[in-house]
């Protein structure tokens, strides 16, 4: 995870400056930072599941097994998977702003060449501080992909909050798991418990605040966009 943290950086610095700008860009890459170290320490915990997983008996094979049934789903691989999904969401804006740049540039060369003015070019671009910003109150369609953008975050944000209540939460509530040892052949009624477990819960809490807070200000967002875009376009 630390690799994909300095790998990441020079990837996110490149975006940021070669690709034209909209509103709201540079906080939705700050959240995107936050929520990529909160992954990263929220799994610190997680790293000795394996260890931190005991009961009360002496095979490995049975304690092996039990964790399987206990843990039936993978908890930090849905945490990364989650994270390139939100990525994605962030990257579709990026991907469609690259392209209303090229897009416009390529028509301007046209129009030079061709020193008509019928043909004049509709700019969804104006240029602010130096760099090019894309105009939504000119392109409806700019307005659209980028409602599109932060619905599908919404909704990897919404995904990521149901895993972290329905998989991970509960399994750290009870005091003690009862595994069904008569499956696996091994003694019935096993106690299992999970060593560590406030610091576990802790790490869901941290993420669950970062989830809330990219749900709330992606919908003020989005609220935002719909009133003095589209509203009042």
């Known amino acids: 995870m630390a690799a994909i943290v300095t790998g990441l950086i020079p990837i996110l610095r490149t975006a940021v400056d070669s690709t034209a700008t909209y509103k709201g860009r540079t906080m939705w890459f700050g959240l995107l930072c936050i929520r990529l170290v909160t992954v990263f320490l929220a799994q610190f915990p997680w790293k000795t599941v394996n260890d931190d ?3 009360n008996t002496t095979s490995s094979y049975c304690i092996k097994a039990c964790f399987n049934e206990y843990f039936d789903n993978s908890v930090v691989m849905a945490w990364h998977f989650l994270f390139i999904l939100l990525v994605l969401s962030v990257l ?3 991907l469609f702003s690259s392209h209303l740049r090229s ?10 060449e061709s020193q008509s003015k019928q043909e004049a070019v509709s700019d969804p671009t104006m240029t602010v501080g130096g760099r090019m910003m894309i105009d939504f109150h000119k392109s409806k369609s700019s307005v ?3 409602l599109f953008s932060i619905v599908l975050r919404i909704a990897v944000e919404v995904l990521f909050v149901y895993v972290l209540l329905s998989w991970v939460l509960p399994r750290l509530r009870d005091t003690f798991f009862v595994c069904n040892g ?30 809330a807070l990219v749900i709330l200000t992606s919908g003020l967002f989005c609220l935002y966009s719909i009133g003095h875009y589209l509203c009042n376009g």
């Not at 696996?184 to 576990?200: H, I, M, Q």
């Open 144 to 146: 659209m992909v980028y």
């Open 92 to 94: 579709l804006m990026e």
């Open 182 to 211: 008569q499956a696996f052949d091994c003694p019935a009624g096993l106690k299992c418990v999970v060593r560590g477990a406030a610091e576990k819960r802790m790490s869901v809490y941290a993420l669950l605040f970062i989830s």
């Open 53 to 55: 997983f005991h009961c």
């Open 103 to 112: 897009s416009f540039q390529k028509k301007k060369e046209r129009e030079m």
